[in-house]
Nanobody, 116 residues
Framework: QVQLVESGGGLVQPGGSLRLSCAASRTIFSFNAMGWYRQAPEKERELVAT???????NYAFSVKGRFTISRDNAKNTVYLQMNSLKPEDTAVYYCNADDSLGRVYWGQGTQVTVSS
């Protein structure tokens, strides 16, 4: 059973920064892609950013230029650096991974709150 464990969430003021981490229980090379999704209260879960096994990245329009997804292969960890945070970025952020057999995995989520 694959486990994805997120960390790094918290309370930050508008304009501030946070870095989320997602540690996988097996090598991240076993996944076709990994990514971050978020879900705000009373809203549907939405894609934030993804990174493929080849290193290609994709971002939601609302976070382009502010968020950066990256990975550390040796640590089996994917990161989401979030800068210039806005109140509308407040949500539970989930790590996601899918493998070559089409299986999808989710972390438990980490809360990010942007408020003064």
């Amino acid at each position: 059973q694959v486990q994805l464990v997120e960390s790094g969430g918290g309370l930050v003021q508008p304009g501030g920064s946070l870095r989320l981490s997602c540690a996988a229980s097996r090598t991240i090379f076993s996944f076709n892609a990994m990514g971050w999704y978020r879900q705000a209260p009373e809203k549907e879960r939405e894609l934030v950013a993804t990174i493929t096994i080849g290193g290609s990245t994709n971002y939601a329009f609302s976070v382009k230029g502010r968020f950066t997804i990256s990975r550390d292969n040796a640590k089996n960890t994917v990161y989401l650096q979030m800068n210039s945070l806005k109140p509308e970025d407040t949500a539970v952020y989930y790590c996601n991974a899918d493998d070559s057999l089409g299986r999808v995995y989710w972390g438990q989520g980490t809360q990010v709150t942007v408020s003064s």
